[in-house]
């Protein structure tokens, strides 16, 4: 069984309008197969709590606009996860920490990608998200698990006062 066609123009609506504020790494995955309480997961990253916000907001009011309105919402308060439950889709707007950290691609790898393409971004951009794209969607969660952990263990940060905030 895979999602629904309403499922997926939800979806698709869903992952546009958080695209259209500056959402990274937009990914769609049917996991109609494996859940029986969902047809999709739209997967967004930001790079900040306020940028989790916005688009947020930005997925609420468009598919509120199209009839579509959720039934719960989680992690609003922290912003660094935040779960949108539209019934047959719910939306992860994940902080790019807690994106590389979860990896819930890595963890619905064997659910097909519902392509989306980014309607406002040049066709050359690449901005179509698959099962092709699956790889760079690794890699890039790789490199920002290998940032995280970096961070974590203070390697290319140093905490000499007397070096310049450019050099650090």
């Not at 916005?54 to 922290?78: T, W």
């Not at 912003?79 to 990896?103: C, K, N, P, S, T």
């Amino acid at each position: 069984m895979t999602a629904s066609a309403e499922a997926r123009e939800t979806a698709l609506i869903a992952a546009q309008a958080a695209a259209d504020k500056l959402a990274t790494d937009v990914s769609i995955v049917d996991v109609s197969d494996r859940l029986a309480i969902t047809d999709a997961f739209v997967l967004t990253s930001a790079p900040s709590e306020r940028q989790v916000a916005a688009i947020v907001d930005a997925v609420e009011e468009q598919l509120r606009e199209h009839g579509v309105k959720p039934v719960r919402r989680e992690g609003v308060a922290e912003g660094r996860w935040v779960l949108l439950d539209f019934v047959d889709v719910v939306v992860h707007v994940q902080h790019a920490e807690e994106r590389a950290y979860y990896a819930l691609e890595r963890l619905w790898k064997d659910c097909p990608v519902i392509p989306f393409t980014d309607a406002a971004a040049p066709p050359s951009a690449g901005t179509t998200t698959g099962a092709a794209d699956q790889s760079g969607v690794a890699e890039a969660t790789g490199a920002a698990e290998a940032t995280v952990a970096a961070d974590a263990s203070g390697e290319g940060r140093s905490d000499d006062p007397e070096q310049g905030e450019s050099d650090r």
